[in-house]
């Protein structure tokens, strides 16, 4: 069994709702919550129930709710009768703002609050006087205290049906626009035809403006897909001509060096074989007289021939 405590005053508005006050230890009837109202019951009052809020309830474990049980009925009469709760409350003035004490009327309420059965008992008013409520009371300018009830939660079903019955009496004006771009949204359309003609005539067109979007974002997406499908084609043509330059030049360049390697042998090959003829002997030159010069090998001749049959230029020496 889950054990819930009434986080904030809860007052009735309808037969099926019970009414609580912040500070009860409840108990829940039902395993699940509906629509956000959860089926419960006051411990101390099996005759007390009803659906309350899941938003105005806090669940407690089970040993808590004992403990708090047990806590309650050790720390005096709280639970007393209401007729005693009624009478004690009617004893002690209300002061107001300025100290001056509330009027019978007022009392009359307190004391009307107080002994009806579905108000909760006398801990619940000691706790609710402990601590803040949502529910604030304001001062009339006559002096009296009025309750002002608080918001109900947004997934209630008694605002769900003030939300459709205000929608489907409003016109067409009050609607906001994402409303009107939308159509209204409620499951009693079909209690008045026109306002379901109108909802979907105005659906349809949405539907078709909304249609009509996804076609010309598509179109884009399909050219932007062309455009870049013909561009990947053509980085692929232009790859595959980079790649056959590239094996062209690199034929080039092993063509290249073999040629040369082999001029590089060549050239080893004829300065070793006329090494041992590169030597040159040097004559004393006579005063007067043409200088001898002893035959040399020169770059295109032979041995035994003179230096002046070569085509290599003169060397003058000192």
């Not at 703002?97 to 309420?109: I, L």
């Not at 062309?226 to 990947?232: G, K, P, Q, R, Y």
């Amino acid at each position: 069994m889950r054990y819930f405590i009434a986080a904030h005053d809860f007052r009735a508005e309808e037969s099926v709702e019970l009414s609580v006050e912040k500070g009860e230890v409840l108990c829940a009837t039902e395993g699940v919550a509906r629509d956000g109202w959860m089926k419960v019951e006051v411990i101390t009052d099996a005759r007390r129930r009803g659906f309350v809020p899941v938003s105005y309830l806090s669940e407690l474990m089970a040993s808590e709710a004992m403990a708090l049980l047990e806590a309650v009925g050790d720390g005096g009469n709280h639970f007393a009768h209401p007729a005693t709760s009624s009478s004690s409350l009617a004893q002690t003035p209300c002061q107001g703002e300025r100290g001056d004490t509330t009027t019978a009327g007022a009392k009359g309420a307190n004391v009307a609050s107080s002994t009806s059965p579905d108000m909760g008992n006398r801990s619940a008013v000691v706790l609710r006087a402990q601590s803040p409520s949502p529910r604030a009371e304001t001062r009339s300018p006559g002096g009296d205290l009025v309750a002002a009830s608080a918001t109900p939660p947004t997934n209630s079903p008694r605002a769900h049906i003030t939300e459709t019955a205000a929608a489907s009496t409003a016109g067409p004006h009050s609607l906001t626009s994402a409303q009107q771009a939308t159509g209204p949204v409620n499951c009693h359309l079909l209690e008045n035809p026109k306002a379901a003609v109108d909802a979907f005539m105005k659906n349809e067109i949405y539907f078709k403006e909304l249609m009509q979007r996804r076609a010309s974002a598509l179109a884009q997406m399909q050219s932007g897909i062309e455009e870049a499908m013909t561009e990947v084609a053509a980085c692929k043509d232009r790859n595959v001509l980079l790649t056959r330059k590239l094996r062209d030049l690199d034929e080039v360049v092993e063509r290249e060096r073999e040629r040369w390697i082999n001029r590089v042998e060549e050239e080893k090959a004829h300065v070793s074989r006329t090494a041992p003829y590169s030597s040159a002997m040097a004559v004393p030159v006579s005063s007067g007289a043409t200088p001898v010069r002893s035959p040399i090998t020169g770059r295109q001749g032979g041995p035994g021939r003179s230096i002046l049959e070569d085509k290599t230029p003169r060397q003058l020496r000192a």
